[in-house]
């Protein structure tokens, strides 16, 4: 049974930083990409950042680029994203996906992954 579980929303200012995880459990986790996907109230799921299985290329939404970074490490089957300069768009819940797709495309959508976490929430108050 393939996990995953996210950690490290909360509360932060304008500005500020956070530094989201996700832990992975029951898979080869370096055959599988991840990705960070969004969603806040009233709004579609929306893609936010991906990374390769073998950690050596990766896929950013225009919205968040030089903003935010995905990184892996496939022996603690962990990802994260690191989010500076944080806007207040940029509230919502952030959910982690898994898959061992690969398609020759960035693999921005949602139906690319088949396992997902449940959420964690950010805020940005400004």
């Known amino acids: 049974q393939v996990q995953l579980v996210e950690s490290g929303g909360g509360l932060v200012q304008a500005g500020g930083s956070l530094r989201l995880s996700c832990a992975a459990s029951?898979?080869?986790?370096?055959?599988?990409?991840v990705a960070w996907f969004r969603q806040s109230p009233g709004k579609e799921r929306e893609f936010v950042a991906a990374?390769?299985?073998?950690?050596?290329?990766?896929y950013y939404a225009d919205a968040v680029k030089a903003r935010f970074t995905i990184s892996r490490d496939n022996a603690k089957k962990m990802v994260w994203l690191q989010m500076d300069s944080l806007k207040a768009d940029d509230t919502a819940v952030y959910y982690c996906?898994?898959?061992?797709?690969?398609?020759?495309?960035?693999?921005?959508?949602?139906?690319?992954?088949?396992?997902w976490g449940q959420g964690t929430q950010v805020t940005v108050s400004s």
């Open positions: 029951g898979y080869i986790f370096s055959n599988y990409q």
């Open positions: 990374i390769r299985g073998g950690g050596g290329r990766t």
């Open positions: 996906a898994a898959d061992r797709r690969l398609p020759d495309r960035q693999p921005n959508l949602s139906g690319d992954y088949y396992y």
